[in-house]
Every structure is written in C-alpha cells, then in structure tokens.
C-alpha cells in the first residue's frame, strides 16, 4: 500500500522565517497530491493540491508547494510565515480512482 | 453554504456498547468518505460512497464497522460492541467527483469517540 512520510513532527518559527515541510510518498505512477491544513478547533481544508501540469503549485495563504516526480516528494513552502500560520499540515496522496493515503502530520508553532 | 456537519461531536461509550455516527454532507456531493484519525495520527481511509452504494470499504477495521447512506445524502458510521483500541476522531468528507481525489473533499469537524 501507499505510504506518506512527514518528516517534521514538530515545527516551531519566528514571524518571517521562511518555511519548508517534507512530504514523501512510496509507490510512484500517477498520483494525485494534496496539503490539507487544520487551524486550532477548525476542520481539515484544502491548502493546494496537484493533479498534473505545472508542478510548482501556487495555494491559499502565499503556500506552494513542488511535485519532484523522481524524489517522490511534495514538499510545502512558504517565504514568511505568519503567527496565524499556526495549524496543524498534512500531506496526502492518492492514485486516482483509490484512496487517500494521509501522512502523520506537521505541527506548526509561529512565534510572533 | 452549509459545510458538513456531523454529529454527535463528542461520544463516550463503555466498552461493547454499540455507537452510531452521523454525517450529513454538502447538498449534491455524489462522494462521501469515511476516515479514523487516531491520536497524533494523520485520518486513515474507512470507506467511500458515491451515492449510495459503498464503493470501497476496504479500510474498515474488522466487521464491527459498518456503514451505509441509504438515500445518497446522510451516512451513519456504526461501530458494534465498542473496544478501547476504536477510541479516535471519526472524520467524515465529502466531494463532487464520482472518482476518488478528482476533485477537493471538504471536511467535517469530526466525532471524538472515547470508549471506556
């Protein structure tokens, strides 16, 4: 089965700092990849995803992130956080037509 | 809009007590899913519908899972004769496509099942 590592358990930043979350996944072939967040007492949702095309994917809140097919990564960045980045990230794949596969998660502490 | 709701937010069940969860997700999502998120763990797949029918049920942990979405709209999670090892966030998700991850799943607050 599809597996997804999230290198970074625990992230903890200066306002300003740039920012950069591993996200790794194990069987290769076409992949649908997505960043979901989930603020503190808020649902999961969406940050950016990749179907195919461009694979420099620009999301909501100045993130993106970049599909590097031959390193099977999906690695989340943003060039200065923000203390309301605050939040749980997860990575998750899937092949299309199958299901999602989540990694563990990154917790994100912005220290203003 | 309405996002998906569940409920109940929180349940406390004893052990071998039955549960039942409810989600009700957005009007007009063909695909709904379920996921088991364990505590400092990322949600794990339970089961998809598209519609009514269970498409994938493959991620459901033993045969006291159970789930079904009779009408295509609400879907009920049921968890017979309860074990400790069941207590996690239940998430429920739903999506416009018909294909798995062809299009964004939006999320639910999620039900906190302790089992006792």
């Known amino acids: 089965a599809q597996s997804v590592s999230q290198h970074n358990h625990h992230v903890i930043l200066s306002e300003a700092a740039s920012l950069e979350l591993g996200c790794n996944y194990s069987y290769g072939g076409t992949v649908n990849l997505f960043w979901y967040v989930q603020y503190p007492g808020q649902h999961l949702q969406l940050l950016l995803k990749y179907f195919s095309g461009d694979p420099l994917v620009k999301g909501i809140k100045g993130f993106e992130a970049e599909f590097i097919k031959s390193k099977f990564s999906f690695n989340l960045r943003k060039p200065s956080v923000q203390w309301s980045d605050t939040a749980e990230y997860f990575c998750a794949v899937n092949h299309p037509g199958n299901q999602f596969y989540f990694g563990t998660g990154t917790s994100l502490t912005v220290i203003p | 809009g309405a996002g998906v709701s569940q409920s109940p937010r929180y349940k406390v069940a004893k052990r071998g007590q039955d549960v039942a969860l409810r989600c009700d997700p957005i009007s007009g999502h063909v695909s709904l899913f379920w996921y088991q998120q364990a505590l400092g763990q990322g949600p794990e797949f339970l089961t998809y519908?598209?519609?009514?029918?269970?498409?994938?049920k493959s991620g459901l942990p033993s045969d006291r899972f159970f789930a079904e979405r009779p009408e295509g709209s609400v879907s009920t999670l049921k968890i017979q004769r309860t074990q400790q090892e069941d207590s996690a966030v239940y998430l429920c998700?739903?999506?416009?496509?018909?294909?798995?991850?062809?299009?964004?799943?939006?999320f639910g607050p999620g039900t906190r099942l302790t089992v006792l």
């Open positions: 998700a739903s999506s416009l496509a018909t294909v798995q991850g062809a299009d964004t799943q939006y």
């Open positions: 519908f598209q519609n009514e029918a269970q498409l994938d």
